[in-house]
């Protein structure tokens, strides 16, 4: 059990670039999620695979921001245009079955900087 | 609506004093779990401990314990004879058990300072 990896673990970009972030979940897990933590705050909920199938999506995830998990393994998340307001860690965990009854193993996160 | 308020934003006490970090929910359903995740500085979130809405046995695990009540919708974690090692941002979080619609939401955290 290798964890929950994230690449990579800084991004500074300049507003109006687009940014791809990879998440690399454990093995056997078959849910993936990402969150979005800001300073001072909590992680938010964005959007979560079962395998490849993308299941619900946040109010929070405008449609400049796209994920995928293409072989059911791991995922990407990518943001088209940033904008300063996106600058945030990006986390992903994942679990086996379900969150609602399994703990959710994060990664380290992605800090992206947006200038 | 379900929610998660962790009222205190920050606190600080002198290693080897206990601690508790106070944690309210707010939700509807009926089952529902509960979580407390650990932050260190390094950043990454780590699992601490889930309660399943239907047990309300209070947990012991070494220094660390936690109060079930839900008469109260509350969740409060207790740390024995901090240590510095302990100083991280606390999560509380609450998850629901429907297959379909089950992504966990924290509360705001509350970041403990242990002083040597």
């Known amino acids: 059990d290798t964890g929950v990896s994230q690449d990579p673990r800084h991004k500074i970009t300049k507003r109006g670039q687009n940014v791809t972030f990879r998440c690399d979940p454990i093995s056997e897990h078959n849910r993936l999620y990402w969150y979005r933590q800001t300073l001072g705050q909590g992680p938010e909920f964005l959007t979560y695979f079962q395998n490849e199938a993308q299941l619900e999506k946040s109010r929070l995830l405008s449609d400049r921001f796209s994920a995928e998990r293409p072989k059911g393994s791991f995922s990407t998340l990518e943001i088209q245009r940033t904008e300063q307001g996106d600058s945030a860690m990006y986390l992903c965990?994942?679990?086996?079955?379900?969150?609602?009854?399994?703990?959710?193993?994060f990664g380290n996160g992605t800090r992206l900087t947006v200038t | 609506a379900q929610k998660v308020t962790q009222a205190q934003t920050e606190i600080s006490v002198v290693e080897k004093e206990d601690v508790t970090l106070d944690c309210v929910y707010e939700?509807?359903?009926?089952?529902?779990?509960l979580f407390w995740y650990k932050q260190p500085p390094s950043g990454e979130l780590v699992f601490l401990i889930r309660r399943n809405s239907f047990d309300e046995q209070n947990e012991i695990s070494g220094r660390y314990s936690w109060n079930f009540q839900k008469s109260t919708s509350s969740f409060n974690f207790t740390i024995t004879a901090s240590q510095v090692v302990d100083s991280a941002v606390y999560f509380c979080a609450l998850g629901r058990s429907k297959n379909r619609d089950d992504k966990i939401i924290f509360g705001k955290g509350t970041r403990l300072h242990i002083l040597p």
């Open positions: 965990a994942s679990s086996l079955v379900g969150a609602g009854n399994s703990p959710l193993h």
């Open positions: 939700t509807r359903d009926t089952t529902y779990y």
